[in-house]
């Protein structure tokens, strides 16, 4: 560990793993998916924890129809009839625009079948040196860090020279709802960091994820004769061959930050429906799937690319070629986002990290969309860094090391210091 200050020093022991931990279980306790009542619950009880550490606190409810309606929002695929935003301050010796923010989503996404849990899955609990549950990694014990780090810096009794903000968004999981309502009321910060699961690296750069929907149309007839019909299945699963082929073009020469990863610029099925009688052929198929937008890649070109490579593949087929696959863009758009090449965020993070004795941590990019895009399309320079590994989120395995967590609170506590100086 370096040489750090008396300030410093005392920040760093001031954070409490007890505190820390319990605010984590609180939080998972609450089943805040997308669209749901308790995705307003889980943002009144952070804005009351803001409340707590002496923060100046901006909490409202998100305009749905300008969300809605304006050309600029991230889109959504979830029904919501509210949703809150909620900003907290930090005092500090001088006012103006925070010297640094945190910010972290509250919504969670659906658990899925509870059996495949080993247990309820909003009901958190501590195992093997691990907070277990829905939204653990993903990301509550990110947004817990932050306020870990705020807290150790009240509790020392610091007083920053310029302010630190927690932004607590909503709508991550389905488009960034929450980020860009954050950003349109017009909360700001010098630099950003979001505390998402980065399975001890610093993540610079992500890719984006479009949503889309296929329709494919067949010709039905009996099942006794289904040579007479055209399946709409064995069209989609020619079309889903080809989709493959198009995928494996766009992983070439993929950003060496992605490490490896197979699928940087993935393209997935997530949901399928076709038919409506098992003795039928099947005139219709709707599917529902995620595209992977390459980095610095405008979302129109992206957009481009794979409209003319679905045009190619009816244009391929007979069939397809009279009766073309509709495509539809829907719900959530995730354009990529990166970190500016050589800004001193990166090694102000990394300098922190390896400050709490855990060694500096790698430079890495993640296919999945962020909604550091967001905040970095508002001119406000963004990386991520957080405890856990995205690789156990959206899973029932579901789960983030305790000693993760106070990394990344000591880690946090440390940047502030030094991102906004002491009065």
Not at 47 to 52: F, I, T
Not at 114 to 127: C, G, L, T
């Amino acid at each position: 560990m370096a040489d750090l200050t008396d300030a410093e020093a005392r920040v760093l022991a001031a954070v409490d793993e007890q505190w820390s931990v319990d605010r984590l279980r609180a939080l998972v306790a609450v089943p805040s998916i997308g669209g749901t009542a308790a995705e307003c619950d889980v943002q009144h009880l952070v804005a009351g924890w803001l409340e707590e550490l002496d923060c100046d606190v901006d909490r409202w409810p998100i305009d749905l129809t300008a969300a809605a309606t304006v050309p600029d929002a991230p889109g959504q695929e979830v029904d919501r009839t509210e949703a809150w935003g909620v900003v907290g301050t930090a005092p500090a010796a001088e006012d103006g625009v925070p010297a640094l923010v945190f910010s972290g989503h509250t919504d969670v996404v659906p658990p899925g079948d509870p059996a495949r849990w080993p247990r309820d899955p909003f009901d958190p609990h501590v195992a093997g040196g691990a907070v277990h549950g829905r939204g653990s990694c993903d990301m509550k014990a990110g947004v817990v860090a932050s306020l870990a780090a705020l807290a150790a810096v009240r509790t020392a009794g610091v007083r920053l020279a310029r302010p630190v903000a927690v932004h607590a968004v909503v709508g991550e999981e389905d488009g960034g709802l929450g980020a860009w309502a954050t950003l349109q009321r017009g909360h700001r910060g010098d630099v950003c960091v979001i505390p998402e699961p980065t399975a001890g690296a610093v993540v610079t750069a992500h890719a984006g994820a479009l949503t889309f929907r296929l329709e494919v149309v067949g010709h039905a007839a009996h099942a006794a004769h289904r040579d007479r019909g055209v399946s709409a299945v064995e069209l989609f699963a020619a079309v889903h061959a080809g989709l493959r082929g198009f995928e494996a073009e766009r992983q070439v020469d993929a950003d060496p930050r992605f490490d490896g990863a197979r699928f940087p610029y993935g393209i997935n099925i997530g949901r399928l429906r076709a038919g409506d009688w098992a003795s039928s052929v099947p005139d219709r198929l709707v599917a529902d799937g995620r595209y992977g937008v390459r980095l610095g890649e405008p979302v129109a070109e992206a957009r481009a690319a794979f409209e003319e490579r679905l045009a190619a593949l009816c244009a391929a087929d007979p069939w397809l070629a009279e009766h073309p696959v509709g495509l539809t863009w829907t719900g959530g758009a995730f354009a990529s986002g990166a970190l500016p090449a050589g800004h001193p965020l990166l090694s102000a993070v990394r300098r922190a990290v390896g400050d709490t004795g855990t060694g500096e941590p790698p430079e890495r990019a993640v296919p999945a969309g962020t909604d550091l895009r967001l905040y970095a399309a508002a001119g406000i320079p963004t990386l991520l860094y957080g405890p856990g590994d995205l690789h156990l989120a959206h899973g029932p395995l579901e789960r983030v090391p305790i000693d993760q967590l106070l990394t990344a609170a000591r880690a946090f506590a440390l940047l502030t210091l030094r991102t906004c100086g002491v009065a």
